[in-house]
């Protein structure tokens, strides 16, 4: 018994090896360490007394790795609306996304007493009516420029779900040796190591599913802003640098100088009155 034990206990040590290399490989290697890992962990069902077909199916499961293309797709689009539409222009991109099934994620505006507004709203929207809503949100006001990108994660996402894969199916072994342990001692150590098993199980199916919901939905953000909302153009090239410098310490200096008039006014007709005061006291002084 106790050498079935060990024999368990060694093809586990392995089948963690394997899934560690996983982790650690790129590309197609990954997927191939995790059906290792997969493999080893049959046979040690198979050693423990389990069924061989059980075995083969589970070695099996790691080869039904969903191999769809997963693609991140995000888009950042300026809009110049008309004045005093922003608030409408929000609502009739939620509209949009809406009809499609998409999500509205937030917005913020800033709207000052005087000035033109601006703001910003974020849509989560399905992966297959991208570009029609891309398209139709473009039509709501002045098209200014967008940024847009795409980030390819299948080799990522194939490679946490053949990580997932040989993780559950080492799961399953504890499961079925915590089933047959006869002893405290026994039965404490394969908790502890079923707990560790299911802790990495849950730390990847975490980003799978972070990974699934990036995938299917790609993020649109929309910049809106009224006429005349624009930033400053900063100057590029030095000579314009310097005027812009100069031009700002002289403003410095006129607005230090007429601090410096409103203070001497009063002290200035303060002294003149003083001394028109002198000479009439002069003027009144007998000969």
């Known amino acids: 018994m106790k050498l079935r034990w060990m024999a368990v206990g060694l093809a586990l040590a392995a089948a963690v090896a394997g899934c560690s290399r996983a ?3 790129a590309g197609g290697g990954s ?3 995790p ?9 040690a069902t198979k050693d423990a007394g389990a069924p061989a077909g059980k075995g083969s199916a589970a070695a099996a499961e790691v080869r039904l790795v969903d191999l769809g293309n997963r693609i991140v797709r995000t888009a950042r689009v300026d809009l110049e609306v008309g004045k005093g539409t922003l608030d409408e222009t929000i609502d009739r991109a939620t509209d949009v996304v809406t009809r499609a099934d998409g999500t509205y994620v937030g917005s913020s505006t800033s709207v000052p007493g005087e000035g033109p507004a601006t703001g910003e709203v974020t849509f989560r929207v399905p992966v297959d009516a991208f570009e029609a809503i891309l398209r139709e949100l473009k039509g709501l006001g002045t098209y200014r420029g967008e940024q847009s990108g795409t980030e390819d994660v299948t080799n990522q996402y194939v490679d946490l779900r053949g990580q997932l894969t040989a993780w559950r199916a080492q799961e399953r072994v504890y499961l079925r040796l915590l089933g047959r342990a ?3 001692g026994d039965v404490i150590a394969v908790q502890n190591q079923l707990q560790q098993v299911q ?3 849950e730390r990847l199916q975490g ?6 919901d990036q995938s299917s939905f790609s993020t649109i953000v929309l910049n809106l802003s009224e006429p005349g909302a624009g930033g400053v153009a900063q100057p590029r090239s030095r000579l314009e640098r310097a005027w812009a410098t100069a031009v700002s310490g002289l403003g410095v200096m006129a607005a230090a100088a007429l601090v410096a008039l409103v203070w001497l006014t009063p002290l200035v007709a303060l002294a003149g009155l003083v001394l028109l005061l002198l000479r009439a006291a002069k003027r009144l002084r007998p000969a």
């Open 23 to 25: 982790g650690d490989g």
């Open 31 to 33: 997927q191939a360490e």
């Open 35 to 43: 059906q290792v890992a997969q493999d080893r962990a049959a046979a």
């Open 182 to 184: 006869r002893s405290i």
């Open 199 to 201: 802790s990495n199980i």
């Open 207 to 212: 980003q799978v599913n972070h990974l699934e």
